[in-house]
């Protein structure tokens, strides 16, 4: 779990993000949401967006929804399922997690939850602040998610390489071939978020990540990794940019 300091911030601003629970219907959704509330990454989101992404428009986030995760603008709301997290549990323990890197199924779980809910609030942050994105707003979300947990989350980097490795998971999952759908759907493939995410952590620190990308056929990772330092200081200058401190 994820220790958590607060910023100091007006009443106001803590009221610019709502946390909701829908009533649970099994104790596995009792266990979640319990889960979910011990797990810190609500108050994540709270403190980083008091720093560094204010909303002038409350936010509400709720969990128990029937679809999921996602940001509706219509409702400035992001839904995210129960059910999200226990299937996420269920790539993390398929995967055998724990015995391939060391760290719990659960806290990789959680984890991926917290880059979901950042990529959801950046999603509001983008509506509510009205910030042009030219290119793929899911890409440029994923960034977002990546930039913050990296910078301004106790082990960032390692819970957003977790989150990396859910994407892996899940292309894994699939068939060696996509349908149609996948090429027009406006998410890039699974296998490329997780690159691209790799490819954040190891620009923010090539030093302490050097052999994260020992995937990499040798012939291109030399220059992959003068790409990614440059990437990663890019993309953080610009979302910098619009970032409040």
Known sequence: MFAVTLANASDQAVL??????LPVTSKQEANTLETIKASGI?????????THFTFNQPLTVQYGSKDGPLYDPQSHQIQIPYHFYTETIGYFDKNEYQQR??????????????????????HA???DQNIPILGKEEDAV???SAVLMIEYTEQGDEAAIS???????ESDSRPDY???GEYIDEHSFDLQRYFSTLCLVYGSDPKKHQNLLDEVENSY??????FCVYQYQAISDNWHHYFTQ
């Open 163 to 169: 989150a990396a490795d859910m994407f892996a998971f």
């Open 142 to 144: 994923d960034n977002f």
């Open 125 to 127: 942050y983008i509506a």
């Open 42 to 50: 609500n108050e994540i989101l709270i403190n980083l967006s008091q």
């Open 178 to 180: 996509y349908d149609f």
């Open 101 to 122: 890197f060391g760290k719990s199924v659960q806290s990789g779980a959680i984890d991926t939850l917290l880059h979901t809910l950042l990529h959801e609030a950046g």
């Open 16 to 21: 610019a993000i709502h946390i909701e629970y």
């Open 221 to 226: 990772l030399s220059e992959r990794k003068e």
